[in-house]
């Protein structure tokens, strides 16, 4: 499958500068060969363009001169990054084209669909998935294989689950998502209420999850379903793999959480956060819009303020770790010690 | 689906003061509308009666009075929150009667069962399950789709796999248990012999997991077999989603374990205790009875006394955090030069 | 299943020492009873061999007059840890071969093969597994029920899926590799463009995942395809349960990564490390071969030198926790009291 430049031109926008070359495949600047399509984001890798071996490059419009030295065609395009994300998508949907993946989308023959299950007139379900009664999927929804939609389920329009997603019952992914392999939304959040023995009496959990549109969720990621009220994902919203969401969290509008992290219950994360990779956010705090937390940091107040919080240990040698955090441990009288001296001086 | 009042409380006890009212769903204090059951569990939230919209309400004793000047009908019990949990699987297990899913279990014609395999009665086995050869289903027991019974696993009676769960070759459920989708009991240990030039020799896991009645297990949670013994989770022990057990734990009975936890190999843990969510308990060590790890904690030695345990780095705007990191690493030296300065003076 | 001394030295080596016993199970040096064969390591366990119920020992030379006083026969062994590991391995397939488990492979009637895929004679697919066009199955490979292997997708020789492990498009796994129940090879790498208003656009992953020959990956660990180029795997790594591994990654030979590490995207860890259970690898860093990640701890910064290194909060008790973690944040200011009191003193 070859592009030429001016082809991806025209999809997507830009301008072409040169020749009009042919390009098999995106590359990345320093693995790029002949054929190669790369891109170049800021002025600060303007160095590597003069040792890329890709045939052509997207560019800023400030490194148009330096691409022009380097390569016989190029394309300029204001945000380069943005442009770049288009033009995955682009190539990825004339390869789905070429391949004939685009066919005509069917019901697989080993599937299991209730029917009392409503489905519109093109969805794609793949075999030994289960769709239970009342689930609903909406027009050209794609099902994968050995995925369960639950009881009164619903899958919006042009949603993608992979193969292997469970949908429980009564919840709700709308338009346009992308759900990984793995992903279970609705297992019950973890509601117990102790006996005075010490035991634990499961509280059934009543509500559901919904999650808005244009929301992507990564492989083995759980949602779980709310106690009372429903767990919810706003529009937009990307979640990577291994996170966990617990019950009646909300998150609001484009935020992003990266793989490993965790939300407990009744947590509230606003509009455009981020949350990285492997932190923690503890249940019932409320973090405002645009609060972005480093990968690894425990959050364990509500930030009312927007900005960029961490809190991570150090990495060290083990040995320095050791006396260091041995000496952590004695911090509260180091102080004290410090007060004692400036008292005496 | 509707219930009374009195209807309520001759199924779970408490009593009833005022008018026996009809309520529809069970909610939150704070967005209960007309036909909502809502539930105050502390003097502290007392004022919160005075807004709620719910039309009638479950309270402690103390609260009766003040829920009497608000809402026409009200239940009165000594443990709010126990009645409340199990006026959940009350009011569920009406919900599945309406439903009429409490109807003939059976098993599902595209299940694949073992003729060798032994099934009580009255199981249910979901359409795609696997039952191997040897496995036994107790009474009542219900299989979700997609699940895969090992060879020679046993699941208790009355115990709920939800669609696609894992129970390996020889492993155990006890009775009154719940398996959450994406669980994964009896994956090999992680267990290998260092060759001397650094490579690894697999060391099969010939032990099998052992798990005690009334144990619940969170989606995608794993609990791998032990190396030359089981693994051992007590009874009634709660462990939440994207949980990590290693081979040879023992958890006591009715200890409970949040998301994302990690309790490494051969770690025994005691009853009920509880470890927060994303703690990590390293292995080999021991923990008593009654020990709690916060969220996010490391239990880098074996704890001897009951008792609240934490280590977490606090989280702070980030500016602040890279300074206060920075000295961290040089904490040691710090103590030092108080240790000169005590000297001096 | 029994077996006899000699006939584990004929099959493994070793010289064995006093009667050719009959044993019949593996066991723990404490939990052992009669029938047992137990091993010990070092010389620091010698005292045990005097409490231990087990009938025969494997113990290094240096043990063996010690082993000689307790049972009447055992082996000795150079490597002992390693020559366990083997040993389970015999006994394993011993099992197997007298549980009739390696009887003749064979495509599962209830499984899903394109007529476009490539199986070797002699592979196994068990029921409801998916197998894509133009995948590749090696000779030998064992692929689970639930298994969904993608268009173009291989597995070497030999190698096992455990049920239900998504292999996707185009990835490829070498000879004699294990993935455990769960796993999701080739989910998209978590990339996306941010738009100026702050939503976020899709970047298609283009890469895929190529793992080497040997590779052992635990229940619900996911790899992610690369965005441009692939994720790579070398030979013998072992991968532990709930492990995520980000896009574009690479892992050296021989490493091995234990429960709920993550590593985020274009890391690129080196030969022979290991990475501690909970510990995050921040993305875009290198690390050299021979480094040595503490569970739990962060690495923040690309590692050069080979070596031990660790950075976790110590856990203590919560209230002095909360002291010192309240000084903590004041870290820094403390350094400049020190400093200070250094000028006037």
Redesign the interface.
Known sequence: LTHTLSSIVQAIGGSLVGEDLLVER???LE?AGPGSLSFVNHGRYARYIQETGASALLVPPALSSVAAQRVRGHIVAD?V??Y???L??H??SCERLAAGDAGAPAVHP?A?VSPRARLAPDVDV???A?IEAHAELGAGARI???C?IGVGARVGARSVL???V?L?DRCVIGSDG?L???V?IG??G???????G?????????GAVRIGDHV?I???T?V?RGA??DTVIGN?V?I???V?I?HNVRIGD?S?L???A?V?GSAVIG??CTVG??A?V?GHLTLADRVH?????????SIAQP????????????A?????????????R??D??KQ??R??
Chains 1, 2, 3 share one sequence.
């Open positions: 995106l590359s990345p693995t945000d990054y943005l770049f994300a288009r995955t998508q190539w990825r080993l299991c793949g075999p030994f289960v994968g294989a050995h369960h992979r193969p292997r469970v429980g992308l990984h392999s793995g279970v297992a019950d973890f509601g117990f209420a102790p006996h005075s010490g035991q634990w009496e499961k509280i059934e959990q009543m992507e990564g492989a083995n759980c779980d009372l009220d937009g990307k990577d793999n291994l966990q617990g484009h992003a990266a793989g490993c965790g407990a509009a455009y990779g492997g923690v503890l937390v480093s990968a690894a940091s425990v959050v364990m107040r900005g960029h919080y961490s809190g991570v240990f150090p990495l060290d040698d083990n320095s770790w050791e006396k260091n955090a041995a000496t952590l441990r004695q911090l509260h180091l102080r010690r410090i001296l400036e005496q001086t």
